[in-house]
C-alpha cells in the first residue's frame, strides 16, 4: 500500500477516563479509528463509548511493548487508522515515548492528541 494511503497512528488522551471530558479532537479520532488500542488497565471502556460499532478494540493491559507495536505497524502497513488510547494527557508521560522511538525506526508517522 502507499504512502498516500495510510493514515498516521494518533496518540490520544482520554483524560480522567470520563467519556464527557474527552477533548473533541480525541472523541473523533476514535469515531474514525478502524483500530484502537487502549491501556486497559488505566483507561475506562466507558470511553470507547465514542468509537464505530465496527471498530476493532484492543486492550493492551496484558501486552508488552514489542507486541503493541506489532499490531500498530501491521494494521498501519494494511491502512488502517490506528489510535493508540492512554490515559491523562498523553504528552506528558514517558509511556508513548518509547512508542514513538520504535515508530520512527518503521518510519511511521504519528501525531498525538493532549487529553485534559
Known sequence: MSDETKYPVTFAG?????PELIT??????LKRADLIIYAGSLV?????CWKSQDTN?????GMNL???IEMIKDNY?????????HTGDPALY??????????DKYDIP??????V
Open 14 to 18: 482520554a483524560g480522567p477516563g470520563d
Open 24 to 29: 473533541v479532537k480525541g472523541m473523533n479520532a
Open 44 to 48: 475506562p471502556e466507558a470511553v470507547l
Open 57 to 61: 478494540t484492543v486492550s493492551s493491559a
Open 66 to 68: 514489542e507486541q503493541i
Open 77 to 85: 502497513e494494511d491502512g488502517k487508522k490506528v489510535v493508540r488510547l
Open 94 to 103: 514517558g509511556a508513548i515515548f518509547e512508542q514513538m522511538r520504535k515508530l
Open 110 to 115: 504519528y501525531s498525538v492528541i493532549p487529553g
